[in-house]
T-cell receptor, first 113, second 112 residues
Framework: AQSVTQLGSHVSVSEGALVLLRCNYS??????LFWYVQYPNQGLQLLLK??????LVKGINGFEAEFKKSETSFHLTKPSAHMSDAAEYFC???????????FGKGNQVVVIP | DAGVIQSPRHEVTEMGQEVTLRCKPI?????LFWYRQTMMRGLELLIY????????DSGMPEDRFSAKMPNASFSTLKIQPSEPRDSAVYFC??????????FGSGTRLTVV
């Protein structure tokens, strides 16, 4: 079964600084990988996904993530944090054979002015 | 496309009452998922359907919970009788054959 590890439930970052959220997964077969963002009182919104092909994927709002098979990682980055990036971020993985997602516990990002 | 539509957005009910949450998935998506989100447990998958058929309901906490998908455009999650510990935000999501879910805005359930 797939699983996802996101360390550090709360992440503080200064406005303009690099945002780095780490995600490691376990999967017995090549995975599909996703990052979702959840703003207060809203549902989860897809930020970006990796299925096949280029391992560096770009998403909405300036975020990107790189799939590293050797490290079983899919870390999310944004070069310069904006106040509007304050939200909760979830990493998720599914096997290519099905579309059931396993979610990490999430990172609550706080942006400090 | 209107996205995944959930109703109601908020529900406050008394302990012991029946609660029904509704979901309309995106047309053409063949999978539908019900999740529960709480501060303590995070996101929990309750049940999911493929082509209207329940595939895995191992996340349904108790027999008080039941879910149906009578057709491709509608699903319900029912709690009977409801208890205060059922208070949470319940999300519905739908997905095409491959790749990412689209989530609804959720139903915030409060059982008093």
């Amino acid at each position: 079964a797939q699983s996802v590890t996101q360390l550090g439930s709360h992440v503080s970052v200064s406005e303009g600084a690099l945002v780095l959220l780490r995600c490691n997964y376990s999967s017995s077969v090549p995975p599909y990988l996703f990052w979702y963002v959840q703003y207060p009182n809203q549902g989860l919104q897809l930020l970006l996904k990796y299925t096949t092909g280029a391992t560096l994927v770009k998403g909405i709002n300036g975020f990107e993530a790189e799939f590293k098979k050797s490290e079983t990682s899919f870390h999310l980055t944004k070069p310069s944090a904006h106040m509007s990036d304050a939200a909760e971020y979830f990493c998720a993985v599914s096997d290519q054979g099905n579309n059931r997602l396993a979610f990490g516990k999430g990172n609550q990002v706080v942006v400090i002015p | 496309d209107a996205g995944v539509i959930q109703s109601p957005r908020h529900e406050v009910t008394e302990m012991g009452q029946e609660v029904t949450l509704r979901c309309k998935p995106i047309s053409g998506h063949n999978s539908l998922f019900w999740y529960r989100q709480t501060m303590m447990r995070g996101l929990e998958l309750l049940i999911y359907f493929n082509n209207n058929v329940p595939i895995d309901d191992s996340g349904m906490p108790e027999d008080r919970f039941s879910a149906k998908m009578p057709n491709a455009s509608f699903s319900t999650l029912k709690i009977q009788p409801s208890e205060p510990r059922d208070s949470a935000v319940y999300f519905c999501a739908s997905s095409p054959v491959r790749g990412g879910y689209t989530f609804g805005s959720g139903t915030r359930l409060t059982v008093v």
